[in-house]
């Protein structure tokens, strides 16, 4: 098993930048991909990142390319999501997640919600104009 547990949110002004954390615990080495996604009220949940843990690939949609960073320490157990220059619509709880199956490998998108089998309680993430 794996838990994760999410850390960094918090409320921040147009065009700021925040950095989430995401501690991994338990057989972290089982992990295939790490991925971050998001849920703004009333919405379904999206990623916003995800890495190949064994070749620190990532991968971004057009909505937070360019302005979203997904990183992994793995020497410490750590993954990262360095958001810079934040908009209102980024305002959401955003949630860590585990791919330890290897489904995401199969996948030509890695950021399947029903591909990830382990996720954290989520960080809220407040983004004013």
């Known amino acids: 098993q794996v838990q994760l547990l999410e850390s960094g949110g918090g409320s921040v002004q147009a065009g700021g930048s925040l950095r989430l954390s995401c501690t991994l615990s338990g057989y972290t080495a089982s992990t295939y991909y790490l991925a971050w996604f998001r849920q703004a009220p009333g919405k379904e949940r999206e990623g916003v990142a995800s890495i190949y843990t064994r070749g620190d690939v990532a991968a971004y949609p057009d909505s937070v390319r360019d302005r979203f960073t997904i990183s992994q320490d793995k020497a410490k157990n750590m993954l990262y999501l360095q958001m810079n220059n934040l908009k209102p619509e980024d305002t959401a709880k955003y949630y860590c997640?585990?791919?330890?199956?290897?489904?995401?490998?199969?996948?030509?998108?890695?950021?399947?919600?029903?591909?990830?089998?382990?996720w954290g309680q989520g960080t809220q993430v407040t983004v004013s104009s």
């Open positions: 997640a585990a791919d330890t199956r290897g489904y995401s490998l199969g996948d030509k998108y890695s950021l399947r919600i029903r591909n990830y089998n382990y």
